[in-house]
């Protein structure tokens, strides 16, 4: 059973650079066929998916996002890492960790973390 936990920081201020952590059990995010995605939900909207890192390490980002977001991995741990720089209030939401299967369903999620932009 695949299990997935997202770290964050919780509250945070404009212009600051968040960093997410979804620590793995389970299973490893280097098997083949296998993308880590991160998606967000911000207060009465619909989930967003923010990017991926799939097994390879290769990485795949929103173009809306693009520009603000890294996501990154440490096989040593298990862990995949989401940073956004220069958030604003916009970016307040619920950080979700993903497993998605070669046909890009998801079939794993984390419970979600919290992050709320607020000056």
């Known amino acids: 059973q695949v299990q997935l936990q997202e770290s964050g920081p919780g509250l945070m201020k404009p212009s600051q650079t968040l960093s997410v952590t979804c620590t793995v059990s389970?299973?490893?995010?280097?098997?083949?066929?296998?993308?880590w995605s991160w998606i967000r939900q911000s207060p009465g909207k619909g989930l967003e998916w923010m990017g991926a890192?799939?097994?390879?390490?290769?990485?795949y980002y929103s173009p809306s996002l693009k520009s603000r977001t890294s996501i990154a991995r440490d096989t040593s741990k298990n862990q995949f890492i989401l940073q956004l720089n220069s958030v604003s209030h916009e970016d307040t939401a619920m950080y979700y960790c993903t497993r998605a299967g070669s046909d890009y369903e998801v079939d794993y999620w984390g419970q979600g973390t919290q992050v709320t932009v607020s000056s």
């Open positions: 890192i799939a097994y390879s390490g290769d990485t």
């Open positions: 389970g299973g490893s995010i280097t098997i083949n066929g296998y993308y």
